[in-house]
């Protein structure tokens, strides 16, 4: 009786080692269904509707999540410069000589176009005309600030219209300096440098150097849009900036190298540029003229951003931050975040990469709503 229980235990012993030794082996043999390892307990034999396991994908990392988020705004950027170009035509827009005289009629300023037209349509029918060009200059303006730059052409053609049927031609080239701009921001080259070319010649026969010197920047940046780039330089170097010398018209010659540097960086040409924004930079610190300081800066942080020099990008990406806020300039504010959060990103400091995404969402969504 001993002797069978002991060889009876001894045969157990020797299949629960053989099973032992074959579930081993499946196991071993058996594919790794999470090969992250997150998942180690899960039935092998189940054999019903769906997967033995569900595997999940592993946790993304914050950086990871911000370099997509990042990614995903590139080609915002675009609409971001767009936008800047088209606030500088606001801020270079020309009112006419009487414009101070239509405070009445313009008091409460009309808000729609049939306000304006009525309006317009009562001088023109009484043949004051000087009036009606005044007003639809001031209506073209208010075109522009609802967006709507063709608009504002076709109005300002009809200004034009008016102003030709008085002797006060200096609003008649002044009309065209406006249409002009828009012309360029509108990318028609050809009519740009048309009516900026009369601005020219009026300039000249009024012997005004200050406003040749302008004419020529303006010319040169149409040059440049036209990708004329050597004929573009030449009109700020040769012609421009010796005039404005002579007339010690700092605050233009400030913005005739702002439009040299321009020129240079549509030409990838950034050493160039960086050149002529620190002589800008210095004169405007020097002479007091603070008004365009933010923008220099930018386009130096931008030159130096394009560059790869992160470091000192971000330095002026900062300094010109603090002057757009004093500025109150959301928009410049917003390509700076832009550009500046790229550098923080690639720095790995994550905590500002993500507050600048915040700062830069929280703008975007203020200004095109």
């Known amino acids: 009786m001993q002797i069978g229980l002991k060889y009876t235990f001894n045969i157990l012993t020797i299949i629960g080692g053989l099973l032992f030794v074959t579930e081993v082996k499946a196991q071993k043999d058996t594919p790794q269904v999470d090969p992250s390892g997150y998942i180690t307990k899960y039935d092998h034999t189940f054999a019903g509707i769906g997967p033995q396991v569900y595997v999940l994908p592993t946790p993304r990392s ?17 609409s971001i410069e767009h936008a800047l170009d088209f606030q500088q035509v606001q ?8 414009h101070r005289m239509l405070k009445n009629l313009l008091t409460p300023e009309p808000t729609s176009d049939e306000e304006w037209n009525r309006l317009i349509d009562n001088e023109v029918s009484r043949g004051s005309y000087k009036v009606a060009y005044g007003l639809l200059n001031a ?33 008649l080239f002044l009309i065209q300096y406006n249409l002009a701009n828009l012309y360029l921001f509108d990318r028609n080259i050809k009519q740009a440098g048309h009516f ?12 005004s150097t200050i406003e040749q010197a302008n004419a020529l920047t303006k010319i040169a940046l149409i040059q440049a849009a036209d990708k004329d780039y050597n004929s573009a330089e030449r009109n700020i170097i040769r012609r421009a900036i010796p005039m404005l010398n002579k007339a010690k018209a700092y605050e233009a010659k400030i913005h005739s190298w702002q439009a040299l540097a321009k ?8 050493t160039e540029a960086q050149w002529f924004l620190i ?20 386009m130096l942080a931008s030159s130096k951003f394009i560059q790869e020099n992160c ?27 832009d550009k500046l959060g790229q550098i923080y990103l690639a720095e790995d400091d994550l905590e500002k990469a993500e507050d600048s995404l915040e700062n830069y969402t929280t703008l975007k969504e203020e200004l095109f709503h």
């Open 62 to 78: 914050k950086g990871e999540v911000l370099e997509d988020a990042y990614k995903d705004k590139l080609g915002f950027r675009d």
């Open 91 to 98: 801020e270079e827009f020309k009112m006419t000589s009487n």
């Open 139 to 171: 209506y073209a303006l208010y075109a522009i600030k609802n967006q709507s730059v063709k608009q504002s052409i076709d109005i300002l053609h009809t200004a034009l219209t008016h102003a030709q049927k008085t002797p006060d031609d200096f609003d």
């Open 196 to 207: 900026q070319e009369l601005f020219l010649k009026n300039a000249e026969l009024k012997k």
């Open 263 to 270: 020129i240079y960086q549509l030409q990838n040409k950034h």
């Open 279 to 298: 002589q800008a930079r210095d004169l405007a610190n020097s002479k007091k003229f603070t008004e365009q300081l933010a923008e220099i800066e930018y």
């Open 311 to 337: 470091k000192v990008a971000q330095k002026e990406f900062l300094q010109a931050e603090k002057l757009a806020k004093s500025e109150d300039n959301k928009l410049l504010q917003l390509a700076i975040k």
